[in-house]
């Protein structure tokens, strides 16, 4: 374990989610601690402050419902941005190292505000893995906060596709593991990052990535092919976020979407209309949107143009145990299999009138 330094600054006191809104309104006395323990504005907040920050979350049951309770085995503990990356960090990781994820099932990550609480989570981490390419809008903050404790990005190696449009416009697209090839760089990267950190597992971390990259390869591949084999000219993704882009690429798919990335003004009337027009231009049959954003827009494009609405994909939050994509591998298989259904149904209905 790292002996590790603490930064806390101001803006953690300022934070309107602060701790006092978790707690009962019968805890007074506990409230108050803590919040005067985040208005301190020392320098440096020391480490035993937050632990004991740490405890008094536990002593009366704040939910975690986002972080995984590992076996005694763990050799390390490793947080991650998201729970995409958090589900790939576990695949690697086996029993070796207790996971958790920063935000929840569900979250919108972009433009995630960290608490207090996530702070208090990740303070007694070996190692902090995020995606980068301007994904976590807020990681480096949160890092300045956090401290001296080790990082690695997890896309390093990809070679990023560009945004095509709006105020990011030739930034990255920081949606790479939504493509197969790519999936298999972050979980390389995983695989070196736990084992910087945990040096004496590196065999097992290696093998584990190894066996699962050959997995997803196994149940995505025979997807892959499905698509492939229609007309080109079906094989459009149209989806409200441009987040596919990666997935599109290696489905041999065509692009359309409502906005660049889930940031600031979403759906205005002129995205709506020119994405009315391209699918009307080239006649695509259906269309898609994503599970953490409002899917009323591509509703509307369907309406308009008679294409057919396919449901939601998945991309930057997978679901609780019980929902349809409680890891990494179910994403890209429920994914892949939606888009090769409702494009074989699709040309099942139309496909005798483009031969």
Request: hydrophobic share 40%.
């Amino acid at each position: 374990m790292l002996t590790l330094g603490v930064r806390y600054g101001h803006k953690l006191s300022k934070h309107p989610n602060g701790l006092s809104h978790a707690f009962h309104t019968n805890d007074v006395i506990m409230t108050s601690f803590l919040t005067q323990c985040l208005m301190l504005t020392p320098p440096l907040l020391s480490r035993w402050v937050l632990i004991l920050m740490g405890l008094a979350l536990s002593a009366i049951s704040i939910s975690t419902t986002r972080a995984e309770t590992a076996p005694n085995t763990a050799s390390i503990k490793v947080v991650t941005s998201f729970t995409i990356l958090a589900d790939m960090t576990r695949q690697v990781a086996g029993h070796h190292a207790e996971v958790v994820s920063i935000t929840r099932v569900g979250a919108e990550i972009h433009g995630y505000q960290p608490t207090p609480q996530d702070l208090v989570q990740a303070i007694d981490a070996d190692l902090l893995l995020y995606n980068g390419l301007n994904l976590e809008q807020w990681m480096d903050q949160f890092l300045e906060n956090l401290g001296d404790i080790p990082s690695h990005q997890i896309s390093d190696g990809i070679v990023p596709l560009p945004i095509r449009s709006g105020r990011y416009e030739g930034k990255a697209n920081p949606h790479a593991w939504m493509g197969l090839e790519n999936a298999k760089i972050y979980i390389d990267n995983i695989a070196s990052a736990l084992s910087w950190a945990d040096p004496e597992n590196r065999e097992n971390y290696l093998t584990n990535a190894e066996a699962y990259k050959e997995e997803l390869t196994r149940q995505v591949a025979p997807l892959k092919a499905r698509i492939e084999a229609l007309p080109p000219s079906y094989r459009w993704l149209v989806t409200c976020e441009g987040a596919f882009s990666y997935l599109a690429a290696d489905l041999g798919m065509q692009e359309l979407y409502l906005w660049p990335i889930n940031a600031h003004q979403q759906s205005t009337p002129k995205q709506v209309r020119a994405v009315i027009d391209g699918v009307r231009e080239h006649d695509i049959p259906v269309v898609f949107c994503e599970s953490t954003v409002n899917t009323a827009p591509a509703q509307q494009v369907a309406r308009e143009t008679g294409a057919t609405y396919g449901g939601v994909l998945y991309v930057d939050s997978l679901s609780h145990a019980d929902g349809p994509v409680p890891s990494y591998l179910d994403l890209m298989t429920v994914n892949v299999t939606r888009i090769a259904d409702s494009m074989d149904a699709a040309f099942s209905k139309h496909g005798d009138n483009d031969q």
